[in-house]
């Protein structure tokens, strides 16, 4: 009976460790190869479907997806990651490098206003003709493409127009001045500026000194002007009133703003609208700028304060003088 149950024992011991050897090489077999494991009901049906049974890999897919395509800002379509416009609206929704100091810039800008260069070789900056990018001087214009000295102030320029003193250096933008100047608005600004930079060099009262003081210069030359005249013969001359009238400093101030309002006005009727040309926004705007008053160029760009537009990277996007007056403003380097 006792040799009985030794026999038993051992035989026990015999089937169970059969049984753990083979789930162990079950287990090892399912590793090596998964398409030899046992699938769950969803996985079969997913596979009789035709669908991916492993969720990661459908999202590593996506995520693969998404970084190769870019969503643009404008519109909201996706685009391949190496677009720089958009393919359903054609907005620039990519950066691109300057050649000369590595700035970001705008796909479609042609000015750097970090290192202050112009990029483009397939455009003249003086015209905005097309260009091969071997040519010396422009076809269209003739203008060299190494820049042109102002004569005025010897300034090297790579725009129509001299960045420093707003001298006209091409003969379209010779031409481009002529035709502004029959422009009756542009005749109303000028003449307003005059009439603002009179007010500038005014001398207001300083005190109530001053104005009694006035009144006596006045009445000494009423009376210097009449007796010359009696001298002549003419027994009751008509002496006119001095040009120049001083005022308070109040009165002057109040002058001053009115024709401030004026030439905002007018400068608002002559802003550079939206343009497909870099070249020709600049120009237009140059040419529209008055002499006599203090202004900065504000662009539709970035909103910035340029003392010209031949500072800004995107002068077609359009904007306007504004009258900076004696203070100024924080007018960005772009010289």
């Not at 800002?73 to 391949?80: K, L, Q, V, Y």
């Not at 905005?128 to 102002?150: D, F, H, I």
């Not at 109530?208 to 003419?234: F, P, S, V, W, Y």
Request: net charge neutral; with cysteine.
């Amino acid at each position: 009976m006792r040799r009985f149950f030794v026999c038993f024992k051992k035989i026990c011991y015999l089937c169970i460790n059969y049984y753990y050897a083979n789930r162990m090489t079950n287990e090892m077999n399912t590793k090596a190869d998964p398409t030899q494991r046992t699938m769950r009901p969803q996985e079969l049906h997913r596979e009789q479907q035709g669908l991916p049974n492993d969720n990661s890999d459908v999202m590593m897919q996506q995520q693969t997806l998404q970084a190769k395509s870019k969503t643009c800002p404008f519109c909201g379509a996706e685009n391949d990651a190496e677009y720089m416009f958009c393919a359903q609206c054609g907005q620039p929704i990519g950066k691109a490098a300057c050649p000369h100091c590595g700035a970001d810039m705008d796909p479609d800008a042609d000015f750097c206003e970090i290192c202050h260069h112009y990029i483009k070789k397939d455009v003249c900056s003086y015209c905005g003709a097309a260009l091969t990018g071997n040519e010396a001087y422009c076809p269209e214009c003739g203008s060299p493409r190494g820049g042109l000295v102002c004569p005025t102030c010897h300034t090297l320029n790579d725009f129509a127009f001299c960045k420093k003193c707003g001298t006209a250096l091409t003969e379209e933008a010779k031409a481009l001045v002529k035709e502004l100047q029959l422009n009756p608005d542009y005749q109303e600004l000028v003449d307003t500026v005059q009439e603002y930079s009179k007010l500038e060099n005014a001398l207001p009262y300083n005190s109530e000194r001053d104005i009694i003081r006035e009144q006596k210069n006045n009445k000494l030359r009423e009376r210097i002007l009449t007796l010359l005249a009696q001298d002549e013969g003419i027994e009751k001359p008509v002496i006119s009133a001095p040009e120049q009238k001083r005022m308070t400093k109040d009165e002057l101030e109040e002058k001053k703003a009115e024709k401030i309002r004026v030439l905002s006005a007018i400068l608002d009727k002559l802003a550079v609208p939206p343009s497909a040309s870099p070249a020709k926004a600049r120009n237009y705007a140059m040419a529209s700028k008055p002499v006599g008053v203090r202004l900065a160029w504000v662009c539709n760009f970035k909103h910035a304060l340029h003392s010209s537009p031949c500072g800004c990277a995107k002068p077609q996007m359009g904007g306007k003088w504004v009258i900076l007056g004696k203070t100024g403003g924080d007018i960005k380097d772009d010289k």
